[in-house]
């Protein structure tokens, strides 16, 4: 038995050190970057601790969510020990339970031959549990880089460390004398690896306050809150009878509102990626889950760590999560809360969310305020299924039995659509409290004005306003129509209400050229520079510009697509006329006249054949436009735990 355990924890601990080695190799030659969670233990352990209801994350300090810049010296080398250290005590906790179990199976059985048989399966099976290229394959697979190569190492790895382990314990003499060696040389590298992993633990930091240049000392925080599926007639200050935002509404008369923001489709990842890169999705095309942004390509968070800035998102919907690309630029991206059982949208995440800004807000108050911060921060309650928490369930109404669920696809009379709004409404009431309650955050440490506050959101949802529920299914006002608002009392004149016409893809260039004050920063690909990105707001939304200065700047047609299922549809959006056309399941044109027909609900398309034939050649002017545009993106492969997260959701088939 003590043979046994001798090889078990050997080959644990070697399967350990050489999965972290070709983990680390990978990251640094081709990412550049990582996070302690990626890395295959980790995920294994969080896994596990999931299956049994813990969160690790509560538990784990916040630099398990750093971004560890591998160029740097001290950062890998604090990477490095900070991933030996977690990686081997899992390891060899594995490797004690397994041994454990192995030695009570023997109390209880006997027989010299069954043994023999019995100690090389023990070694297999722990051999294999030892593997952390199994889970490994989740990291990489999740990061989309090379699965199958780190399948096969890791696999490689495994059975050669299977087959020495079985023909050591098959071999005394040999065994003993090799593993008395190989012991030694084990013990020796995992106490050094511990002793670094403790090193790392010590000093690194929580999150990581130097920016990349020395930041413009009047340079403001900026916090972008990305509200999903909340469309802006919901709201109050969009003009909603129910008293559903008192704080955002607040907030928008003490900044500008946006009466006419527009996604350009109407769903998360392309519209999240839009806003952050300041493409349309017609240029980044991450319009699936098969497709990560490619580095190359300048995000919003980049240009505020370019700038000085310390970058931090805290995101909870699963198309939002790192692995799209979404984490590029920033410090720390938290996005284990989109990976939550039940699937987020079943849960209640703001208050969640709120802590790990709160818990960001106070490591930063505490470390002296070092240099001004970049926060992203995705709401995702006010997303189906609508469960709002008391008393915000019942706030606009009772809900009928039957629909308290809040599941849109049991919906079976036309009427339960006003039910499940009440709940809908609730949420947005709901997470309206955890707006109120960051900006009071900003208000207690004494930064609410100097900080840029933008609130928006990456798409609306249909309650049967044009037959259909929840969103990505049509491109109608009530799906693209989102809200936006910036605040920045310092230098945003108060009350602006602005008619004109912009866009989700606009927030970035406008946000970046006030991070970077002195430099207009540049989106689209580093090595190929001009390309046509959102239009910078900025200059207006600061002078408190007129109605006919933001006609001129502002696009005088916006345009967005969606292709989901067999839907295949694309407008174009004057702020007065909106031309959809659809190619797939049928072909059709709609035309409708916004002034008199917000809703959207009388074709004009028979009555103004020059109106629609304007529009059309425009939308295929700019469809054809970026027929030849270069590639934002590169092909990858979500992990199979993604991908049922997504079907959870109900997102993919
Ligand atoms: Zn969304």
Redesign the pocket.
Known sequence: MRQIARVSFVCAGAACLGMIAIELAFEALVVGEARPRDTAWMQLAIKLSRGIGIDLFEIFPPWVNRSFDLSDATDAAQYFGLVCVVSLALAWSAAALILTMVSLVRGLTDGPRWLVVEDKAAVLVLSAFAWPGLSALFWLGARGYAKALHFALGGLLCLVIAALGVWLSARPAISDRWISRLGFANTTTISLALAAGLLGVVLAPEFRWSGVVSPDPDAPNVVLISI??LRADHLGCYGYPRDTSPAIDRIAAEGVLFENAVSPTS??LP??MSMMTGLSPAQHRITNWGRRLDDDVVTLAEVARESGYATAGFVA?P?VEGTYGFSNGFDVYDDHSAMMPPPSHQGITSPLLFGLVDRYLGAWNSADRPVPFFIFLHLWDV?HNYQPPAPFDSMFGPVQEGVSHGKPDLLDKPEDAEELMKLYDGEIRYVDTYVERLFQRLEELGIADDTILAIT???GEEFLDHGRLT?RQQLYEESIRVPLIIRWPEKIPPGQVVAAQVRLQDIAPSLASMIAQSSAPEFGRRSDSGASVGVDLSPLILAGATEAEWEDITPRIAFGSLDHLDEKLAYARTNRFKLIRRVSPIEEVQLYDLWNDPDESTDLSGEMPDMVAQLSDELDHWQSRHNDQSEYFIETDVSEEHKANLRALGYIE
């Open positions: 999903d599926t769903w998360t519209s999240h919907g198309f997303h959101a990456d798409h969103h």
